[in-house]
């Protein structure tokens, strides 16, 4: 792996990897904690439309999907608060629209649409060094919000009737963490793809949540699992020659199964230790 790092894009990868691993600990932490999986992945689906229109319009598809996962952020985010609709409609439309839009972008964009592969399966081994600075001033907006706002979050992740009463403005702060899950799911996209983003969002924190309950060391824990995730996965990708983030992503899976069924064999076991 030492030998790699002379590579240039093995340092891109190896810095999106790590800076990807920050975001989906912190975020994915409070996604799991408050069960947002699935307004998770229609914000990421939606996002898709945003790639289709940087393709249209000669700009950066990145740059086209942040615009779009933060308003599909803010939309699904008051349609299931302020109307009739379930949150599941809501989010079942706009991923469906996203992914429509998207599409139909693409086919309208004048020849062929380079890297669209890896947009949606994800290829960590070409992140260019303009998405590498992206990243880092997202990380960064990232981390700054949730350490203004930590104790807010907090009270929202376990108990959001408890942050009315104590006078939170409890719906304009889910708005801010719906952003700030848009913000995580356009780091990671050059990582793992919008297919797979969810995963490397939940899976982390679904480890480190296993084995504690505190905010704090779940978000520490789920940051250090992301980087041996994005880490091992490269470097396996790179080995073995296959896709990177889907790499990724089966370690992560592989992970979080072996974690479960030696919790469970522990606990299976306690009461015959015990006695």
Not at 84 to 103: E, K
Not at 153 to 162: I, K, N, P, Q, R
Request: hydrophobic content about 55%.
């Amino acid at each position: 792996m030492i030998e790699l790092l002379q590579y240039q894009f093995m340092q891109n990868a190896l810095i999106a990897g790590l800076l990807s691993a920050i975001a989906c600990g912190v975020i994915g932490s409070f996604v799991v904690i408050k069960r947002m999986v699935s307004i998770s992945g229609g914000i990421a689906h939606a996002s898709f439309g945003g790639i289709g229109l940087g393709y249209l319009l000669g700009f950066n598809p990145v740059t086209g999907a942040l615009a779009f996962s933060l308003g599909a952020a803010i939309i699904m985010g008051t349609v299931s608060r302020k109307t009739r609709l379930s949150s599941d409609t809501s989010i079942g439309v706009l991923w469906a629209t996203g992914m429509a839009l998207g599409v139909i972008f693409i086919g309208l964009a004048p020849g062929y649409a380079p890297d669209l592969f890896s947009y949606l399966f994800g290829n960590i081994l070409t992140v260019p060094r303009s998405d590498i600075l992206l990243m880092c001033v997202i990380d960064g907006i990232i981390l700054l919000t949730v350490f203004m706002f930590y104790k807010e979050f907090s009270a929202l992740s376990f108990d959001e009737e408890f942050t009315r009463i104590i006078g939170v403005p409890a719906f304009a702060l889910y708005l801010l963490l719906l952003c700030l899950i848009a913000l995580t799911i356009v780091v990671l996209i050059r990582a793992v793809g919008i297919v797979l983003v969810i995963a490397l969002i939940t899976i982390p924190a679904a480890i480190a949540y296993q084995y504690t309950r505190s905010l704090k060391k779940m978000m520490l824990a789920a940051v250090i699992i992301g980087v041996f995730f994005t880490t091992a996965g490269l470097w396996l990708s790179y080995l073995l020659d296959i896709a990177s983030g889907a790499t990724i992503i089966m370690i992560g899976a592989i992970s979080l199964f072996i974690s479960t069924g030696w919790l469970r064999l522990r606990k299976k076991n306690l009461p015959a230790n015990e006695s």
